[in-house]
């Protein structure tokens, strides 16, 4: 039963355009969102959080959106750099509980020059 | 001054052997943490210690265990490899539970185990 669901394997967008990565949830008990960005043969890297009573955070060029009702967030990041081009894992964990980080199966991001 | 380290990076071994896997961080960090990504890039975590103390141990089978010598080693020995238990491990680890930040763990660079 996978909890956190990221539908799209892959993504291409043009270089200096929005890149949207999208995660679906469905524990309600999830209060705690974050983002991690990889690159191949490192290990994730944490890129930007939100907690369940925001619905936005910004972080230089990239942004969280939370949507509880839809059980449903968004990385968007723009302008794209190359720099980007990376696999992207949506995280998701209930703040009272024992830092149990839940993962998606990520999302290969091109950025294409 | 790498924050989470691993040893070794690749591991190739034969069924039915016994191996170990370290994992070191130097950021200060009081909780440690092993995750499993299998072939289908699935991440998914095995234990976490805080304090040398165990708090997640997620049905993992019981030929794997996981041994904190301090709260910045977290060490993963795995006993009678199986071909499925080829995957790559990360090691990871974040701040106090009590910290609001507790929650952005640090990975190191992954071990790929190979079982042939």
């Known amino acids: 039963d996978q909890q956190v669901k990221q539908n799209s394997p892959s993504l291409s967008v043009q270089e200096g355009r929005i890149s949207i990565l999208n995660c679906d949830y469905t524990n309600s008990m999830f209060d705690y969102f974050l983002w991690y960005k990889k690159y191949p043969a490192e290990g994730p890297t944490f890129l930007i959080s939100?907690?369940?009573?925001?619905d936005k955070n910004e972080d230089g060029r990239f942004t969280v959106f939370l949507n509880k009702s839809a059980k449903h967030l968004s990385l968007h990041i723009v302008p794209s750099q190359p720099g980007d081009s990376a696999v992207y894992f949506c995280?998701?964990?209930?703040?009272?509980?024992?830092?149990?980080?839940?993962f998606g199966t990520g999302t290969r991001l091109t950025i294409i020059p | 001054d790498t924050a989470v380290s691993q040893t070794p990076k690749y591991l190739v071994t034969q069924m039915g052997n016994d191996k170990s896997i370290k994992c070191e961080q130097n950021?200060?960090?009081?909780?440690m943490y092993w995750y499993k990504q299998d072939s289908k890039k699935f991440l998914k975590i095995m234990f976490s210690?805080?304090?040398?103390?165990?708090?997640i141990n997620e049905t993992v089978p019981n030929r794997f265990s996981p041994k904190s010598p301090d709260k910045a080693h977290l060490n993963l020995h795995i006993n009678s490899l199986e071909l499925g238990d080829s995957a790559v491990y990360f090691c990871?680890?974040?701040?106090?539970?009590?910290?609001?930040?507790?929650?952005?763990?640090?990975f190191g660079p992954g071990t790929r185990l190979t079982v042939t």
């Open positions: 990871a680890s974040s701040q106090d539970p009590r910290d609001q930040r507790a929650y952005e763990q640090y």
């Open positions: 939100i907690s369940s009573i925001k």
């Open positions: 210690y805080n304090n040398k103390e165990l708090i």
């Open positions: 950021l200060g960090h009081d909780t």
């Open positions: 995280a998701a964990t209930t703040i009272f509980g024992n830092e149990k980080l839940t």
